[in-house]
């Protein structure tokens, strides 16, 4: 292809040229990076005071000499050493040696040391190889994964994933064995587990909890593998596997009344009645003044109940009923499961009869909806509650609805007939303002107030 300018065309081929340049250039420097990437790291594993060293290095000629290998604290002290007669290869090449410390170390004093290792060559035509090496950056370490809960029922049945790694995150070769103790204070550890590692280093520990014991307590994992031992503990809380219903046969009471508790424990582990626990009901008033304790216990079934008289003058207000359920079968003092329901304390008067509405005038045909300015109608039906009839009473039929505020939209008045019933018809206004969410629709709301002869007034909207 020719261009319009000899000059443009040579700057522009030069252009694409140049990020050709680049990712070639980018490619090579990954593959020298991968290459350099692929030498032999140095290592370190620890256990039982011995210490196994791999140490890279790199020869500029093949031959025979001596190799000595130190340990050396943060004084330069030498604490462990070797010295033998090794052959180095040309180019690149790994020692493997084992160093017997004078005195064990806990891994977290080994990690203040250093590996330092000299070769020369018998003939000692060539350089000496040398070096240094922090045993904090080369000591490969049994790091324990777990995957679990961390609250568990007592007594109840557990199953936790145990995974061990590397201090690189890597598999680590041979067998490895693993622990699961539970930690109690003032007390000997409980071995709850036992078990192998797989080749993958990862093991299902399934075991149960000790019942009766209760509280925040440690797990602990014990992790043997062939580059050492190490252990991590786990916070976990132990909670009591019975869960509480507790009732009473109504919300609201007034003074002078008897209020009935009862309460149900169920065992949240087998699904069973929790039978023969110490179980406490409280009763506090609506000023926190505690006003009735009872201790009692639960039958075969799992049933525990109370009664509770409340005086002629108390606190009204909002009253807590609480059943407290011991930590064990022999434990009431130290409650681990509890229920809580609030009871109301008011004075109140019963209805004498009771009103309805029925909008099925006298066609007996019920409408779901009207529009502006419809006629509706309804019979009011007003009974005692032994069944007889408020008859001859007062009957007042209101219709209200909400605008900018509320307001009547019509009402009527008449008189019961001998059967307790009263049949009203009301016209709606012409005009309403729909809200948006009902779809444009207004509401109207239909209030009934009956008055018997007695003057008692009950309303029903």
Not at 11 to 28: D, H, Q, T
Not at 67 to 75: A, F, I, K, Y
Not at 140 to 156: A, C
Not at 414 to 443: E, K, V
């Amino acid at each position: 292809m020719e261009s319009s300018s000899g000059h443009s065309t040579p700057s522009r081929y030069w252009l694409l040229f140049v990020p050709v340049v680049l990712v070639i250039a980018a490619i090579v420097t990954v593959q020298s990076f991968q290459a350099a990437s692929g030498e032999p790291a140095p290592g370190a594993t620890y256990a039982h005071g011995t210490l196994d060293l791999t140490i890279p290095y790199h020869a500029a000629q093949a031959g025979a000499g001596k190799l000595r290998v130190e340990v050396v604290d943060p004084e330069d002290h030498v604490v462990g050493s070797v010295e033998r007669t090794v052959d180095a290869v040309q180019g690149q090449g790994h020692w493997r040696e084992r160093i017997a410390l004078a005195k064990p170390l806990a891994i977290d004093e080994l990690v203040w040391h250093r590996v330092r290792y000299r070769f020369e060559y018998d003939e000692g035509k060539a350089a000496k190889i040398e070096g240094t090496d922090s045993i904090s950056d080369i000591l490969r370490m049994p790091v324990v994964h777990i995957l679990g809960q961390q609250s568990y029922l007592t007594g109840g049945e557990a199953a936790v994933r145990v995974i061990v790694t590397d201090s690189h995150d890597e598999i680590i070769a041979g067998r490895g064995a693993v622990r699961v103790e539970l930690l109690i204070p003032d007390q000997k550890s409980q071995l709850l587990f036992s078990g192998q590692l797989n080749r993958r280093g990862t093991t299902e520990a399934q075991f149960r909890f000790p019942a009766g014991v209760v509280g925040s307590y440690q797990l602990r994992y014990l992790v043997d593998t062939a580059i050492g031992s190490t252990e991590f503990v786990q916070p976990v809380r132990l909670e009591d596997k019975v869960s509480i219903l507790l009732t009473t046969e109504k919300p609201i009471y007034q003074p002078g009344q008897m209020i009935h508790v009862r309460a149900l424990a169920l065992d949240r582990a087998n699904h069973e009645a929790a039978a023969g626990r110490k179980l406490t009901f409280e009763v506090e008033d609506s000023r926190g003044n505690k006003v009735f304790k009872k201790a009692t216990q639960t039958d075969k079934f799992g049933i525990a109940s109370a009664e509770f008289g409340l005086a002629d003058e108390v606190n009204l207000g909002t009253y807590h009923l609480r059943a407290l359920l011991g930590g064990n079968e022999h434990d009431s003092e130290s409650p681990t499961n509890t229920a809580e329901i609030a009871l109301n304390i008011e004075r109140y008067v019963l209805p004498k009869f009771k009103v309805a509405i029925d909008f099925a005038g006298l066609d007996n045909k019920t409408k779901r909806g009207y529009r502006p300015g419809d006629h509706v109608t309804g019979t009011i039906r007003a009974n005692y509650f032994f069944g007889k009839p408020v008859d001859d009473s007062e009957v007042t039929v209101k219709a209200s609805s909400m605008d900018v505020s509320l307001f009547v939209v019509g009402s009527t008045q008449g008189r019961t007939d001998r059967d307790g019933t009263y049949h009203f018809d009301l016209t709606l206004p012409t005009y309403f303002a729909g809200r948006p969410l009902s779809q444009g629709a207004a509401r109207v709301l239909i209030e009934a107030t009956v008055k018997d002869s007695a003057h008692h007034s009950e309303t029903r909207g």
